[in-house]
């Protein structure tokens, strides 16, 4: 089975996307780290080049975003980042007229905390949002602007206050630019216990959104560990972690749903796992989108090693 790695041929997989949707897919993605954003390609980086902002990933995300707004014109955005866990309540931002950052990243030089993405919230997207995990069973508040929003736990030290953290405004500002004023933008946090099933739910509560006009983005990557960076490249990577990263995008290419969710559920369990996330954080958003696009296909849009995106609900 072959799936999208060059320019061309997620070029291709963006154009086979279905245009105007009755229901917008849910998008798992690759959010990257903050070397996306580096003034120059970074070769003395323990992080491979692939991505640096010349990179595979880099490539992607610029095609990325405007595929999406292009293809689906949302009237607004929901996204979760592997940087953003709760237990047991799911918190939304409502940040009004104006979405602060939170640089949840640490010993970087200046130029990283002199970023900016502009973009706004909305009261009655969040409202929406909070109100489907009500009726769906789950507990949810509003997050807002005055508030932290509780810290990136696997940050140190950790870093507080309000704002998206890195894994929205990094990728956005290649996905959409500098500042977004046509398109409100609310986060949600993922559920930190690191359960497959409860992250599903996280997803699959917000999936009547998707026939509202609403695209659902959920960034993490596929092989995130920072204790043995040589994991990072396809290139350096141990075979268990590349067969890993391989299983992940046919596991979600199954076309019965049951069996493509017990195959999603059983990576967690593959011998490779464990190498490729100490923590489960960056994987889970993977069970987000999987949950809010379960009904529906699935296409593979880029399978970038360590941070491919995939569509479900097409």
């Known amino acids: 089975m072959s799936f999208p790695k060059t320019q061309n041929e997620w070029r291709t997989a963006l154009d086979a996307l279905p245009s105007s949707p009755e229901k917008i897919p849910a998008f798992f993605?690759?959010?990257?780290s903050p070397m996306?954003?580096?003034?120059?390609?970074?070769?003395?980086?323990?992080?491979?080049?692939?991505?640096?902002?010349?990179?595979?990933?880099?490539?992607?995300?610029?095609?990325?975003?405007?595929?999406?707004?292009?293809?689906?014109?949302p009237k607004g955005i929901v996204v979760f980042s592997a940087h953003?866990?709760?237990?047991?309540?799911?918190?939304?931002?409502?940040?009004?007229?104006?979405?602060?950052?939170?640089?949840?990243?640490?010993?970087?030089?200046?130029?990283?905390?002199?970023?900016?993405?502009?973009?706004?919230?909305?009261?009655?997207?969040?409202?929406?949002?909070?109100?489907?995990?009500k009726e769906a069973g789950e507990e949810a508040r509003f997050s807002g602007v005055r508030e932290n929003r509780g810290w990136d736990g696997r940050t140190s030290p950790p870093r507080q206050g309000p704002g998206f953290d890195h894994g929205v405004f990094v990728p956005f500002k290649l996905m959409f630019g500098?500042?977004?004023?046509?398109?409100?933008?609310?986060?949600?946090s993922i559920e930190r216990s690191g359960d497959?099933?409860?992250?599903?739910?996280?997803?699959?509560?917000?999936?009547?959104?998707?026939?509202?006009?609403?695209?659902?983005?959920?960034?993490?990557?596929?092989?995130?560990?920072?204790?043995d960076r040589k994991q990072f490249s396809e290139k350096s990577a141990s075979p268990n972690v590349t067969m890993f990263d391989q299983a992940i995008t046919v596991a979600a290419?199954?076309?019965?749903?049951?069996?493509?969710k017990q195959s999603l559920f059983d990576l967690m369990k593959h011998g490779g796992f464990a190498q490729a996330?100490?923590?489960?954080?960056?994987?889970?958003?993977?069970?987000?989108?999987?949950?809010?696009?379960?009904?529906?296909?699935?296409?593979?849009?880029?399978?970038?090693?360590?941070?491919p995106t995939i569509a479900f609900g097409i």
Do not use: C
């Open 84 to 133: 953003w866990e709760t237990i047991g309540v799911r918190h939304v931002t409502d940040y009004g007229d104006r979405n602060p950052l939170l640089m949840d990243y640490f010993g970087f030089e200046p130029y990283y905390y002199q970023q900016t993405f502009e973009s706004k919230g909305n009261r009655a997207l969040a409202e929406r949002v909070v109100l489907l995990y």
């Open 253 to 260: 290419s199954k076309s019965h749903l049951d069996e493509r």
């Open 277 to 307: 996330h100490p923590s489960a954080e960056h994987f889970v958003p993977l069970y987000v989108a999987a949950g809010a696009g379960e009904e529906g296909g699935v296409q593979v849009v880029s399978a970038i090693y360590s941070a």
């Open 29 to 32: 993605f690759g959010h990257g």
């Open 196 to 227: 497959p099933e409860q992250n599903w739910a996280v997803g699959k509560a917000l999936s009547k959104l998707r026939e509202e006009g609403i695209l659902i983005l959920a960034g993490g990557l596929t092989v995130h560990n920072l204790h």
């Open 36 to 73: 996306l954003i580096a003034r120059e390609q970074v070769t003395n980086s323990p992080m491979p080049s692939a991505m640096g902002p010349e990179g595979d990933l880099a490539k992607f995300l610029r095609d990325f975003g405007p595929a999406l707004k292009a293809k689906y014109k």
């Open 178 to 188: 500098d500042k977004v004023d046509d398109v409100p933008i609310v986060q949600v």
